[in-house]
């Protein structure tokens, strides 16, 4: 009983000096469910409740900072086995990828007169698309222009912009003359925004009307074979 009293009194004070829960039960040979009994009435300095927040909130912090690298490890691994399933593609792959991209992004031929148009912000696809046009539809660099569509807050940004996709395209800076300028507000959710905005690209194959009509024929082949329609 003298004992019990003893690590009552020992508990009490420890945690007069600002030590938690947990520390007082390293040193204090009792369960929480009593250690709480004791100490539910002990009143500890606004220092040491600081001190017991910033321990909390640490611990939050190294709780999360595990589980982010967990997920980056997770995510590596899971990408690493999907990449090995992606040997090779060849050419009639890469046309039926091209075609499936112009369904998701390109101009459709809703008008007689609609050019081919592939509109995109990811710098990889433009670059899919544009091996698509020259390796699998024989469209020659001369026949390929460019619009960057701007919002007008980046106006001060426009040959930084203009220079970032001629290096993407490989095509000169020539070719980016036409800039279309947004007035709408960019969604803030979007992480493309600040020095990471670049806009959106549009690839256009001049006199290429014929062609459009073309895509969709292939748009309707994919559909038929594929037993949708």
Known sequence: MISKIKEKQKAITLRKK??????ILKLV???????????????IAERHKQRFTDKRRQAQIKAQQACREKRIKITAEIKSAALK?????????????????????????????????????????????????????????DEIIFAIYLHETVFERKEEIKKYWSEITGFSLDRFQSIVWKK????????????????LLRVIVRRSTN???????????????????
């Open 85 to 141: 399933n992606i040997k090779y593609i060849n050419k009639r792959e890469l046309w039926l990828i091209g075609v499936a991209l112009y369904w998701a992004e390109g101009s459709k031929e809703h008008q007689t007169s609609t050019r081919v148009q592939f509109s995109n912000s990811d710098p990889k696809m433009i670059k899919l698309f544009l091996q698509w046009l020259r390796r699998c539809c024989r469209v020659s660099n």
């Open 184 to 199: 709408n507000k960019i969604n803030t959710k979007r992480k493309n925004i600040g020095n990471d905005y670049y806009g």
């Open 29 to 43: 040979s009792v369960s929480k469910s009593t250690l709480s009994v004791w100490l539910r009435a002990v009143s």
């Open 211 to 229: 062609f459009n009509r073309k895509i969709s024929g292939w748009i309707e082949g994919v559909c038929k074979s594929s037993g949708i329609v």
């Open 18 to 23: 600002g030590l938690s829960y947990n520390e």
